[in-house]
């Protein structure tokens, strides 16, 4: 089967500006998480998609939003970028939610 | 606040040993458990999971449930050099239910020497 993919790879991105990131999960998950990647703070829950509904959500601004498609595959966005949202953005899917695969990432950088 | 503990290390062994790697939890509601390889530049590859007390093994890797201690660790025999990488450990709530948020510890950086 093939893996989770993501795109894009890297994007530079200048503050204030908005940025969509996309995830097609491994074939028959239906299960879609997204996390950040920091060296300060390390990997932190942004938030879970199953079957196009969002079902557990973290700690993060209401600037992070999500969304999951009929295909499973799932987008995130972050309106008005601050330099501080620089980061690795790793989107993982799991056929439930329990054991969850991570694709490579978006390396996200805010000039 | 949830929180999941792991030593930093760096925690380096000889080629051939076996690397021992430690992780607490706060949350004792906290039903499944993983642990995930990142190598520098990567993202995380699940390499084991565990749900019940007790030990689990898969080729050279055990990991080792406690949630009376809330601790669970990950055993690696016959460490190779190929196994130098960032260990995360990752705590969820969920188990047949539907909250999987996986909360990660900062990782345990090991290097085995050859």
């Known amino acids: 089967k093939a893996g989770v993919t993501q795109t894009p790879r890297y994007l530079i991105k200048t503050r204030g500006q908005q940025v969509t990131l996309s995830c097609s999960p491994i074939?028959?998950?239906?299960?879609v998480s997204w996390y950040q990647q920091t060296p300060g703070q390390g990997l932190q829950f942004l938030f879970e998609?199953?079957?196009?509904?969002?079902?557990n959500k973290g700690n993060f601004p209401g600037r992070f939003s999500g969304r999951q498609f009929s295909n499973s595959r799932s987008e995130m966005n972050v309106s008005t970028l601050e330099l501080g949202d620089s980061a690795l953005y790793l989107c993982?899917?799991?056929?439930?939610?329990?054991?969850?695969?991570f694709g490579p990432g978006t390396r996200l950088t805010v000039t | 606040q949830k929180e999941v503990e792991q030593n930093s290390g760096p925690l380096s062994v000889p080629e051939g040993a076996i690397a021992s790697l430690n992780c607490t939890y706060s949350?004792?509601?906290?039903?499944?458990f993983f642990w995930y390889r990142q190598y520098s530049g990567k993202s995380p590859e699940l390499i084991m999971f565990?749900?019940?007390?007790g030990d689990k093994e898969d080729g050279r890797f055990t990991a080792q449930l406690n949630k009376a201690s809330q601790y669970v660790s990950l055993l690696i025999r016959d460490s190779q050099p190929s196994d130098s990488a960032t260990y995360l450990c990752?705590?969820?709530?969920?188990?047949?239910?539907?909250?999987?948020?996986?909360?990660f510890g900062k990782g345990t950086l090991l290097t085995v020497n050859p």
């Open positions: 565990i749900y019940s007390n």
């Open positions: 993982a899917s799991s056929p439930r939610g329990s054991e969850q695969y």
């Open positions: 998609y199953f079957s196009e509904t969002q079902r």
């Open positions: 949350d004792r509601g906290s039903q499944s």
């Open positions: 074939s028959g998950h239906r299960s």
């Open positions: 990752a705590v969820s709530p969920g188990s047949g239910g539907s909250n999987y948020k996986l909360t």
